[in-house]
């Protein structure tokens, strides 16, 4: 890989604050009801168990980085994390191999077709580009340290539950449904081995990465999740250090080119924050300084995310001045 252009400087980060706690509750209630009769999207069918979700479910939290906590409507209805585990595995990986290593083998770089597209892996050499995409995201499993897969797995359950607050547990349903149709996914798999990207037994790999999706949380768990990277890997609730803070920038950075797949860079124009989003409805966005907000709705627009999630955590972006984009020149105080 080419060195980067970018010359390593001191930085500083200012990132302003939310109001204070009874507004930011009473947005997140106002954006619930704004859109919990939106009817648009469909319930993703191509994994069996997915196909029997009540579309009406609707789950709305923020999470602020003081620990604050505002939740609406369904946020602690349990679903699978789907998808949305890759930020986080991606940040255990981070975490263990450092920023260089991960990004020569994982990438970061968006594919421009869909999450589960082996002609991408095609058309750039066997390289995984992104970790959000499904190939960078078998990749980055099985970066996780462990002997075993059975070791890999313990530790990526144990660090998605550092992040939540609280142990998560697989949703054995969802896992079963997942690992009959996940042919496609082994296809990758093979395919990063044949490429020389995976030096380990694929369909382990690919177990272990479904596992990983299939994992319970809720709207609520998310939500404090996505608020540890926006508190510099503490988690706000439980105060614990979960990863440091350049892990957390690294995986943002990602997450915000890459997160919302062949949408990301419309949502990134439109709403300016980081997110991710699952296939079972979930959605999560990070605003760094400030919080969290996080949605659960099954119905999903064509490109695998959340319909009423984009429309509540978008207009909660306007309301509590959440894009990294919008800014306001500084005011010097003058000098005597």
Same mark, same amino acid.
């Given at each position: 890989?080419?060195?980067?252009?970018?010359?390593?400087?001191?930085?500083?980060?200012?990132?302003?604050?939310?109001?204070?706690?009874?507004?930011?509750?009473?947005?997140?209630?106002?954006?619930?009801?704004?859109?919990?009769?939106?009817?648009?999207?469909?319930?993703?069918?191509?994994?069996?168990?997915?196909?029997?979700?009540?579309?009406?479910?609707?789950?709305?939290?923020?999470?602020?980085?003081?620990?604050?906590?505002?939740?609406?409507?369904?946020?602690?209805?349990?679903?699978?994390? $789907?998808?949305?585990?890759?930020?986080?595995?991606?940040?255990?990986?981070?975490?263990?191999?450092?920023?260089?290593?991960?990004?020569?083998?994982?990438?970061?770089? +968006?594919?421009?077709?869909?999450?589960?597209?082996?002609?991408?892996?095609?058309?750039?050499?066997?390289?995984?580009?992104?970790?959000?995409?499904?190939?960078?995201?078998?990749?980055?499993?099985?970066?996780?340290?462990?002997?075993?897969?059975?070791?890999?797995?313990?530790?990526?359950?144990?660090?998605?539950?550092?992040?939540?607050?609280? $142990?998560?547990?697989?949703?054995?349903?969802?896992?079963?449904?997942?690992?009959?149709?996940?042919?496609?996914?082994?296809?990758?798999?093979?395919?990063?081995?044949?490429?020389?990207?995976? +030096?380990?037994? #694929?369909?382990?790999?690919?177990?272990?990465?479904?596992?990983?999706?299939?994992?319970?949380?809720?709207?609520?768990?998310?939500?404090?999740?996505?608020?540890?990277?926006?508190?510099?890997?503490?988690?706000?609730?439980?105060?614990?250090?979960?990863?440091?803070?350049?892990?957390?920038?690294?995986?943002?950075?990602?997450?915000?080119?890459?997160?919302?797949?062949?949408?990301?860079?419309?949502?990134?124009?439109?709403?300016?924050?980081?997110?991710?989003?699952?296939?079972?409805?979930?959605?999560?966005?990070?605003?760094?300084?400030?919080?969290?907000?996080?949605?659960?709705? #099954?119905?999903?627009?064509?490109?695998?995310?959340?319909?009423?999630?984009?429309?509540?955590?978008?207009?909660?972006?306007?309301?509590?001045?959440?894009?990294?984009?919008?800014?306001?020149?500084?005011?010097?105080?003058?000098?005597?």
């Amino acid at each position: 890989m080419d060195p980067t252009p970018f010359q390593e400087v001191p930085q500083s980060v200012s990132t302003g604050a939310l109001p204070g706690w009874l507004r930011v509750d009473e947005l997140v209630r106002e954006a619930h009801a704004r859109y919990a009769s939106e009817a648009a999207g469909s319930v993703a069918d191509y994994i069996p168990v997915l196909a029997a979700a009540d579309p009406g479910l609707f789950g709305l939290a923020v999470i602020d980085v003081d620990g604050g906590v505002h939740d609406a409507g369904d946020a602690l209805h349990a679903f699978s994390i $789907q998808s949305i585990s890759k930020m986080f595995v991606y940040a255990l990986a981070i975490a263990e191999h450092g920023h260089a290593h991960v990004r020569d083998v994982v990438g970061v770089n +968006n594919t421009g077709l869909a999450f589960n597209s082996l002609m991408a892996l095609e058309l750039n050499g066997g390289h995984p580009m992104n970790p959000m995409v499904n190939a960078g995201a078998i990749a980055t499993t099985a970066l996780v340290p462990g002997a075993t897969s059975a070791e890999k797995w313990e530790r990526i359950r144990e660090g998605l539950s550092a992040f939540a607050g609280r $142990q998560l547990r697989m949703d054995g349903e969802v896992y079963r449904s997942e690992a009959e149709t996940n042919d496609r996914n082994r296809a990758i798999g093979r395919l990063l081995v044949g490429y020389g990207r995976l +030096n380990e037994d #694929p369909d382990e790999i690919v177990d272990v990465y479904t596992r990983q999706c299939a994992l319970s949380v809720t709207a609520h768990d998310l939500a404090v999740m996505g608020a540890t990277l926006a508190d510099g890997g503490v988690n706000p609730v439980t105060g614990d250090r979960v990863v440091s803070a350049d892990v957390c920038r690294d995986t943002l950075a990602v997450v915000a080119s890459s997160g919302l797949y062949e949408r990301s860079g419309e949502w990134l124009f439109e709403i300016g924050l980081p997110a991710k989003s699952g296939v079972a409805g979930g959605i999560v966005a990070v605003a760094p300084g400030k919080g969290a907000a996080a949605a659960f709705s #099954p119905p999903l627009d064509s490109a695998g995310n959340s319909v009423r999630g984009q429309l509540a955590i978008g207009h909660l972006s306007r309301a509590l001045g959440l894009n990294l984009f919008a800014s306001a020149p500084a005011r010097l105080e003058e000098q005597p």
